[in-house]
């Protein structure tokens, strides 16, 4: 069976200084690779995708950046984390392609609660 | 540009109660529907995936349902417990080769005993 995991779980970072967060899906190939965010408040926002290795689109400006180095395993990184960018952080996936057996359905991990002081 | 509305954002129900939430979409030239369950501080669970050629699905106390010429989900919770308390989400993927679902803000239930 198919799994993701996030990590850290919870960060807490000072203004200004880097930021990492992992994820990596086991148990499937080539899948599409997403980094959302979960403001307080608010809605989920897209931030990132991937179809592929070396293959990343960003949806919003911001000083957050990804790559995705192995084919199930995508970073979200930052060199210098503003107070804006606390928030949770999820990443998902899905299956590639439109094939007849692909129904699109999306798998989320548990998030990472970052906190920017 | 496909917009998601959940109504309604926030319920409040007695243990028992069959309920209905909603979800609507403005384009209905979708590629699938699902239903997440968010718990607080938690990731989101799939309840409930329905393909744009299906018109329910159905997994234990949930119902979900589609009509795609009105651009409408309902999910449809029997009996409901204190443990069905969440936020519940839906999510559209455009047909045509879009990756990218459009996510509705969630509606809030809270089940008291």
């Known amino acids: 069976s198919q799994t993701i995991h996030q990590w850290p779980a919870t960060l807490v970072q000072p203004v200004g200084s880097p930021l990492s967060l992992e994820c990596t899906v086991e148990?499937?190939?080539?899948?599409?690779l997403y980094w959302y965010r979960q403001a307080a408040g608010r809605g989920l926002q897209l931030l990132f995708y991937?179809?592929?290795?070396?293959?990343i689109s960003s949806e919003v400006p911001q000083n957050l950046s990804a790559s995705r180095p192995q084919d199930r395993q995508f970073i979200l990184s930052s060199k210098k984390l503003l107070l804006s960018d606390s928030g949770f952080y999820l990443c998902?996936?899905?299956?590639?392609?439109?094939?007849?057996?692909?129904?699109?359905?999306?798998?989320f991990g548990e998030g990472s609660r970052l906190t920017v002081l | 540009k496909q917009e998601v509305t959940q109504i309604p954002a926030a319920l409040s129900v007695p243990e028992g109660e069959n309920l209905v939430l909603n979800c609507s979409f403005t384009?209905?030239?979708?590629?699938?529907l699902q239903w997440f369950r968010q718990d607080p501080g938690k990731g989101l669970t799939s309840l409930l995936l329905?393909?744009?050629?299906?018109r329910e699905q159905t997994s234990g106390r949930l119902n979900a349902s589609l009509d795609k010429s009105s651009g409408r989900s309902t999910l449809y919770i029997a009996a409901s417990q204190p443990g069905d308390s969440a936020t519940y989400l839906c999510?559209?993927?455009?047909?045509?080769?879009?990756?990218?679902?459009?996510f509705g803000r969630g509606t809030s239930l809270i089940v008291h005993p």
């Open positions: 998902a996936w899905s299956v590639r392609g439109y094939r007849s057996i692909n129904t699109g359905e999306l798998f």
């Open positions: 148990g499937t190939s080539n899948p599409n």
């Open positions: 991937s179809v592929g290795i070396g293959q």
């Open positions: 384009d209905s030239a979708i590629y699938n």
């Open positions: 329905i393909q744009s050629s299906q």
């Open positions: 999510a559209v993927r455009r047909e045509g080769g879009s990756y990218i679902p459009t």
